[in-house]
Antibody, heavy 120, light 108 residues
Framework: EVQLVESGGGLVKPGGSLRLCCAA?????????MNWGRQAPGKGLEWVSS????????YYADSVKGRFTVSRDNAKNSLCLQMNSLRAEDTAVYYC?????????????WGQGTLVTVSS | EIVMTQSPATLSVSPGERATLSCRAS??????LAWYQQKPGQAPRLLIY???TRATGIPARFSGSGSGTEFTLTISGLQSEDFAVYYC??????????FGQGTRLEIK
């Protein structure tokens, strides 16, 4: 069974940093791309970042480019998102999602999410 | 950036009836279109990809159609567990991956 469990969310002040991680199990992690998405309170879904299985290809939304860094450790079946220079508008539930075998941008399994609140 | 527009924002349908949800892309996305279902307090779930292919474990009452800029998600014989928010997503020209704003399907 595919399982994705996010951790690392919490309350942080504007300008601060936070590191989210996602523990994956139930599939061969290294052979799948992974994605981060987010959902602000009461709002819709927003894509944040994607990373290929070998980390050769990495993409970011313009809204986070230069502030967020995605990484993965295939030996530990772990995906992480380092978030710096956080802003109030980054407040959201952050999800990790697996990229489907046929196309990394299709999110076929999602974690339950971790809440990030940016507030003074 | 490809903008995805869903309509209506809210759809009221009675259990047992059919619901038709629409998604329009600002430019052609071919069939690179997915649909997701999200229930309150839960993560999204993939329903459809490639515009019309059901994901693993998705019941046959969910069907997707369309290509280019116009897409439809049809749910036949609505069941209580189908009332949720539905999002379309394009993955034809990315980054960025873009989602529609969602359609809330509520019980009439």
């Amino acid at each position: 069974e595919v399982q994705l469990v996010e951790s690392g969310g919490g309350l942080v002040k504007p300008g601060g940093s936070l590191r989210l991680c996602c523990a994956a199990s139930g599939f061969t992690f290294s052979t799948y791309s992974m994605n981060w998405g987010r959902q602000a309170p009461g709002k819709g879904l927003e894509w944040v970042s994607s990373i290929s299985g070998s980390s050769s290809y990495i993409y970011y939304a313009d809204s986070v480019k230069g502030r967020f860094t995605v990484s993965r450790d295939n030996a530990k079946n772990s995906l992480c998102l380092q978030m710096n220079s956080l802003r109030a508008e980054d407040t959201a539930v952050y999800y990790c999602a697996r990229g489907a075998a046929g196309g990394m941008a299709v999110h076929d399994y999602w974690g339950q999410g971790t809440l990030v609140t940016v507030s003074s | 950036e490809i903008v995805m527009t869903q309509s209506p924002a809210t759809l009221s349908v009675s259990p047992g009836e059919r619901a038709t949800l629409s998604c329009r892309a600002s430019q052609s996305v071919s069939i690179n279109l997915a649909w997701y279902q999200q229930k309150p307090g839960q993560a999204p779930r993939l329903l459809i990809y490639g515009a019309s292919t059901r994901a693993t474990g998705i019941p046959a009452r969910f069907s997707g159609s369309g290509s280019g800029t116009e897409f439809t998600l049809t749910i036949s014989g609505l069941q209580s567990e189908d009332f949720a928010v539905y999002y379309c997503q394009q993955y034809h020209n990315w980054p960025p991956i873009t989602f529609g704003q969602g359609t809330r399907l509520e019980i009439k």
